[in-house]
């Protein structure tokens, strides 16, 4: 079973920084992880992704291509998302992900809680 604990959400200024962190407990060295966002009154957007293969494949939302960029450390069994010039459209939930179709897919077997992000402008 894969546990998977977000943090790192806050608020922020627009062109602001935050850095998100998803903490794994279990197997998902295997699996694609994923950051996907829910804002209110939206559908879940897949934000970007990194694949289990040797290259790491990444896969970004056009919309947050040069400002987001996803990590992972397997070490420490830990998925990250830096968050550059934030604004104020990026600001919902931000849910990290594994299992699933790597992309920008919303369809994961196993979810975090969720961290709020909210930038302002």
């Known amino acids: 079973q894969v546990q998977l604990v977000e943090s790192g959400g806050g608020s922020v200024q627009a062109g602001g920084s935050l850095r998100l962190s998803c903490a794994a407990s279990?197997?998902?060295?295997?699996?694609?992880m994923a950051w996907v966002r829910q804002a209110p009154g939206k559908e879940r957007e897949g934000v970007a992704s990194?694949?289990?293969?040797?290259?790491?494949?990444?896969s970004y939302a056009d919309s947050v291509k040069g400002r987001f960029t996803i990590s992972k450390d397997n070490a420490k069994n830990t998925l990250y998302l830096q968050m550059n010039s934030l604004k104020p459209e990026d600001t919902a939930m931000y849910y990290c992900?594994?299992?699933?179709?790597?992309?920008?897919?919303?369809?994961?077997?196993?979810w975090g809680q969720g961290t709020q992000v909210t930038v302002s402008s």
């Open positions: 990194i694949d289990s293969d040797g290259r790491r494949t990444t």
């Open positions: 279990g197997y998902t060295y295997s699996y694609c």
């Open positions: 992900a594994a299992e699933g179709y790597c992309g920008l897919s919303t369809t994961y077997n196993y």
